[in-house]
């Protein structure tokens, strides 16, 4: 019965990136383990996707969520309160964790055996601590953002000044793959990391959306390497690569886009999409306008109206602008020109059955983690375009492992910002839809598809949480 199941609650902060994978994990925790489930949801700026989400009919019975309750994001709004994505974010989760101890308590389950939360909701640990409830991290980034994570500390109390100027090229983690510190996360983010670098020690654990056979070098250091077990830090956990499972209802939009798929030949077509946060400016979207059409490749590309001068990535306007038209921020004549090759799309695209589909051969992504997962367990190469938080380190990753081509030589914008040329775009599309090369990335994608699936097993390594 309800009453005997163990109850196990999760946090998610808003956006996409983060509440599908917990759902999945909930999921799993319930159809492959037994217990029942309470997601706590963040409903302040949520998206109309991350909503559709939680009230899919199909998620298990003993799912159950929670809506948080609303905070006022006046202040945010009128420009006294923190401006940007990030801080905004912040202060929302900050803002709605002041009500979780009392949701905790008035649950009408069992108490919670654990609280899973996302890294953004890391501050919910000293509630739960509060309340006996054992904390785990669920890490809806790599391994090798957690082993960042976990050796920032020491990288950080070696900066005199904090510039990080004299670090070199490279930041070398015991035991790991050496990271560029270009790669590394920006500025902006650094009290972020460090926040949640000081609380994994008192972590029951990390359970990070990875796999054995993706990430062996940094899984293996964390189990071995003289400086992972001398550090305080708790067990980690793979037990990815957790995507979306392809069960939600289809909007008729999307369904379209679907459409559109079936009629295009096997292996012929180039998804583009830069996540529920990314916005290109107006400078950048022509080039990549151009690019795509100088390919001569079919595309299907979910487009967000270009960033203006110094505002943030549209984060929490996600799915909203389906009214807005795309010829307007496009190149003139472009959607005449390229009608029989592709499709310009501003609506919500139902990624995974795009990227499973055998018409999909590539993906121009900005390697947002879930997004990377998904193409690769569809086997699908990618061209690597990182905008913002860890994504350089994930798009570095994808090169190294043979499943993504990046864009070279970047060309300067009048405003001193890089960015990436037509021909470059064009070189690297032909590259992945035409070549050998495209053809290698996407077998090795499909190895690696192969080794999560034996790792999602029942007795497989990312089984056992
Ligand atoms: Br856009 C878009 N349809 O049209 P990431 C995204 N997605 O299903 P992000 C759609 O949103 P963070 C769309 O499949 C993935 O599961 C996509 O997550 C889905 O990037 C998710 O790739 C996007 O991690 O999140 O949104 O930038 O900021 O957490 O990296």
Redesign the pocket.
């Known amino acids: 019965s309800q009453q005997q199941k163990p109850h196990i609650t999760v946090l998610s902060s808003p956006?996409?990136?983060?509440v599908?994978p917990l759902i999945e994990l909930a999921r799993r925790l319930i159809v492959d383990h037994g217990f029942q489930v309470t997601v706590l949801a963040i409903t302040t700026d949520a998206p109309p996707?991350q909503v559709q989400l939680l009230n899919n009919p199909s998620l298990p019975s003993d799912l159950h969520v929670v809506h948080l309750p609303q905070v006022d994001v006046s202040s945010t709004d009128s420009g006294d309160g923190p401006a940007g994505v990030v801080p905004r974010l912040l202060y929302i989760v900050q803002e709605t964790l002041r009500s979780l101890r009392s949701v905790l308590i008035s649950l009408q389950r069992p108490l919670s055996r654990a609280l899973i939360v996302d890294p953004f909701c890391i501050e919910a640990l000293e509630t739960a601590t509060d309340l006996s409830i054992p904390t785990y991290l669920f890490l809806?980034g790599s391994a090798s953002f957690l082993a960042l994570t976990m050796y920032f500390p020491t990288i950080h109390a070696a900066q005199v000044g904090r510039d990080y100027s004299n670090i070199g090229d490279k930041v070398c983690i015991p035991g790991c793959k050496p990271l560029w510190l270009d790669d590394l996360v920006p500025e902006l983010l650094i009290p972020q990391l460090l926040n949640l670098s000081n609380r994994v020690p008192v972590l029951k654990g990390v359970l990070v959306n990875t796999w054995e056979e993706l990430e062996p070098v940094t899984l293996s250091a964390f189990k071995e390497n003289p400086f992972f077990l001398r550090v305080p830090s708790p067990p980690t956990y793979p037990i990815g690569p957790l995507t979306?499972i392809d069960t939600e209802p289809v909007a008729s939009t999307e369904s379209n886009l679907l459409k559109w798929l079936e009629k295009q030949p096997p292996e012929s077509v180039v998804y583009v999409?830069f996540?529920?946060?990314?916005t290109l400016s107006a400078e950048q979207m022509t080039e990549l306008a151009f690019g795509l059409e100088l390919s001569g490749k079919r595309f299907l590309w979910?487009a967000r109206p270009p960033s203006q001068a110094n505002a943030s990535a549209s984060f929490f306007e996600?799915g909203c602008d389906d009214a807005r038209d795309p010829a307007s921020f496009l190149p003139d004549g472009f959607l005449d020109r390229t009608r029989e090759l592709g499709v310009v799309t501003l609506s919500?695209?139902?990624?995974?059955a795009v990227l499973r589909h055998p018409s999909v051969a590539g993906f121009v992504t900005?390697c947002?983690?879930?997004?990377v997962l998904?193409s690769i367990v569809h086997g699908v190469a990618m061209i690597t375009w990182p905008l913002y938080?860890e994504q350089k380190m994930n798009a570095t990753m994808l090169v190294d492992e043979g499943v993504a081509v990046r864009i070279k030589k970047l060309q300067v914008e009048q405003d001193g910002k890089r960015i990436a040329g037509r021909r470059e775009i064009e070189t690297a599309v032909r590259m992945v839809m035409e070549g050998e090369e495209g053809k290698r990335m996407r077998q090795r994608a499909r190895e690696l598809q192969s080794s999560a699936v034996s790792a999602l097993s029942h007795d497989g390594l990312s089984s056992g949480c």
Request: charged share 5%.
């Open positions: 956006g996409m990136g983060h599908t996707a809806t979306k999409s996540g529920s946060g990314g979910v996600t919500w695209a139902p990624q995974v900005h947002g983690w879930n997004s998904e938080a």
